[in-house]
């Protein structure tokens, strides 16, 4: 059933990272879909293909983005990109028409100017972790720092730059602690936390969209004994880059923010066409959920 009030909230569409799937969202019990139902919310969660870069994957989601509009009858949507999805989503509202159909958007994690992780995808520290880049792909490719600058020049200045962001990033002792590989090497590679940090995955710094509103105002500098400098994280971002799609760890934040009043505004300024010549034409395969509030876009190509 439809949550109780949910019909004067905007619907939420959220978007996976590299190599996942909707499934993330739903995993464990701090799953972010519960939060969402709990608070009134009605949500969208789609599948894309996983290893494709943001060129493939945006129309793709473009066109998925209007087809849950049209099911929820054009009411606000607000999206939510984790990893790599925050840069479909990018390319999605920015290259491919849909920046008319959505109100906002928040990035939990997003390397909007990549991460050097990428550019050891087939080095021996990564054939070690592979659950995270394993394959010299596309997608791994267009999230080298050099093709996120290059992404990052055509896309912010573009006409259809519309669309407010937030952003969240982590700076905590990221997800491959739990493998038991040293922080140290993590950290030699994206930067210690005295030069801001970095969730594991994406460096703290990276995660800061231009133009976005940056939601704990990120890791502050500060100098310490004899002038060394150091950076002091808000306890919210202590967080890798798994813990960054948790509901309990993050959905308040984003509540809060959905919340705010002056966000009327935004929702009522909402366009709700788009150009569909724009889109390109995918199979993609409609998954309704027992429950009404939300159902699961799969890109079957």
């Known amino acids: 059933r439809t949550p109780a009030g949910s019909s004067s909230k905007p ?27 709990r608070d009134g919310y009605r949500s969208a969660y789609v599948s894309l293909t996983p290893n494709d870069d943001m060129w493939t994957k945006g129309p793709l989601l473009a066109n998925m983005i209007g087809s849950i509009k049209s099911h929820y009858n054009h009411d606000p949507i607000v999206m939510i990109g984790w990893s790599k999805g925050g840069v479909d989503i990018d390319a999605a509202l920015v290259h491919f028409g849909a920046n008319n159909l959505v109100e906002e958007v928040f990035t939990l994690s997003t390397p909007h100017f990549g ?5 050891l995808a087939n080095s021996v520290l990564l054939r070690l972790v592979n659950i995270i880049f394993m394959q ?3 997608a791994t490719l267009s999230l080298q720092r050099s093709y996120m600058s290059y992404f990052r020049s ?5 006409p259809n730059n519309t669309v407010p962001y937030t952003t969240i990033g982590g700076w905590g002792n990221g997800p491959l602690h739990r493998l038991d590989i040293p922080q140290s090497i993590l950290h030699g590679i994206d930067g210690p936390r005295r030069d801001g940090g970095n969730d594991g995955v994406v460096p703290y710094n990276s995660s800061i969209r231009p133009g ?6 990120g890791q502050k500098k500060f100098y310490g004994f004899l002038g060394i400098p150091y950076y002091d994280g808000p ?23 959905l919340n705010n009043s002056n966000r009327s505004a935004v929702f009522a300024n909402a366009a709700t066409e788009t150009n569909p010549n724009q889109f390109v034409s995918s199979s993609m395969q409609l998954i309704i959920a027992p429950k009404s509030d939300y159902f699961i876009i799969n890109d079957d190509r």
């Not at 306890?235 to 923010?257: A, Q």
């Open 11 to 37: 619907v939420l569409i959220f978007v996976h990272g590299y190599a996942s799937n909707a499934q993330v969202f739903f995993k464990g019990d701090d799953n972010m879909y519960a939060d969402v139902y």
């Open 235 to 257: 306890n919210e971002t202590e967080l890798d880059h798994f813990e960054v799609t948790r509901g309990g760890k993050v959905w308040p934040f984003i509540k809060n923010e």
């Open 115 to 119: 991460t050097s992780i990428a550019e």
């Open 136 to 138: 010299n792909i596309a």
């Open 212 to 217: 976005a509103k940056e939601l704990f105002d």
């Open 154 to 158: 055509i896309t912010d200045n573009n």
